[in-house]
């Protein structure tokens, strides 16, 4: 990155903040790229921020926090995402027979309960999912990230422009569709409460629910570019 007066240091959904508490430990040992960096914050908790604002306190650094990584400042960028894009919201699809559905959420209007109820994929789309995942049976579910891909791109943009690099670590998969199995084809969005798994629907709004992450499409994003 040819030693930048100012660099983007960006962590996206950074918690805490503990693990920049220890990139910033780290980087102090080299005071040349420690002054040089820039902190960009992507967090959308204002509970979060208080904590990092807390945790951050000791570093004499410009920390900056914003809702959007489009806000980022127009340098050099190293961006982190640790265990970040699995909380990203999915599109789910399903199989039925020889055609492709969204899986939705539909409140029951016997029951008032929430449950899962599907609608029939457009011409369109139809076409791209038999297309693309033409190894998919009966019953297949696949599961797509919209955000994901759309942060994929920005990132791969604006590294380009202005050079820099991104780490991205995540409970994932990375096997391209003409590759997968009949076993790729489960669906792994999941709820979890202090640290075990729960029924979807029964902990609305009170458990974390993620989704393993699909590298294989956010590679494709960053290649297309």
Same mark, same amino acid.
């Given at each position: 990155?040819?030693?930048?007066?100012?660099?983007?240091?960006?962590?996206?959904?950074?918690?805490? #903040?503990?693990?920049?508490?220890?990139?910033?430990?780290?980087?102090?040992?080299?005071?040349?790229?420690?002054?040089?960096?820039?902190?960009?914050?992507?967090?959308?908790?204002?509970?979060?921020?208080?904590?990092?604002?807390?945790?951050?306190?000791?570093?004499?650094?410009?920390?900056?926090? /914003?809702?959007?990584?489009?806000?980022?400042? =127009?340098?050099?960028?190293?961006?982190?995402?640790?265990?970040?894009?699995?909380?990203?919201?999915?599109?789910?699809?399903?199989?039925?027979?020889?055609?492709?559905?969204?899986?939705?959420?539909? /409140?029951?209007?016997?029951?008032?309960?929430?449950?899962?109820?599907?609608?029939?994929?457009?011409?369109?789309?139809?076409?791209?999912?038999?297309?693309?995942?033409?190894?998919?049976?009966?019953?297949?579910?696949?599961?797509?990230?919209?955000? =994901?891909?759309?942060?994929?791109?920005?990132?791969?943009?604006?590294?380009?422009?202005?050079?820099?690099?991104?780490?991205?670590?995540?409970? #994932?998969?990375?096997?391209?569709?003409?590759?997968?199995?009949?076993?790729?084809?489960?669906?792994?969005?999941?709820?979890?409460?202090?640290?075990?798994?729960?029924?979807?629907?029964?902990?609305? #709004?009170?458990?974390?629910?993620?989704?393993?992450?699909?590298?294989?499409?956010?590679?494709?994003?960053?290649?297309?570019?």
């Amino acid at each position: 990155m040819e030693k930048s007066k100012k660099i983007n240091l960006v962590e996206l959904g950074p918690g805490r #903040g503990l693990l920049m508490h220890d990139l910033l430990k780290v980087a102090k040992l080299v005071p040349e790229f420690y002054n040089a960096l820039n902190i960009n914050l992507i967090e959308i908790n204002q509970n979060f921020i208080s904590f990092q604002k807390s945790n951050l306190s000791k570093y004499d650094l410009d920390i900056k926090f /914003m809702q959007k990584i489009e806000d980022i400042d =127009s340098l050099p960028s190293i961006v982190i995402a640790n265990e970040f894009f699995d909380a990203l919201p999915i599109t789910q699809y399903i199989k039925v027979k020889d055609l492709w559905y969204e899986s939705i959420l539909m /409140m029951d209007p016997k029951d008032g309960k929430v449950k899962f109820d599907k609608i029939a994929c457009n011409n369109e789309l139809q076409k791209y999912l038999l297309q693309s995942h033409s190894n998919a049976y009966d019953g297949a579910i696949i599961e797509e990230s919209f955000e =994901s891909l759309e942060l994929v791109r920005f990132i791969s943009d604006h590294i380009k422009k202005y050079s820099g690099c991104a780490l991205i670590i995540d409970y #994932g998969y990375d096997i391209h569709t003409t590759e997968r199995l009949r076993n790729h084809y489960n669906p792994t969005l999941q709820a979890i409460k202090n640290h075990r798994y729960h029924p979807l629907l029964e902990t609305l #709004g009170e458990a974390d629910l993620s989704a393993h992450v699909d590298f294989a499409a956010l590679k494709n994003t960053i290649y297309d570019r």
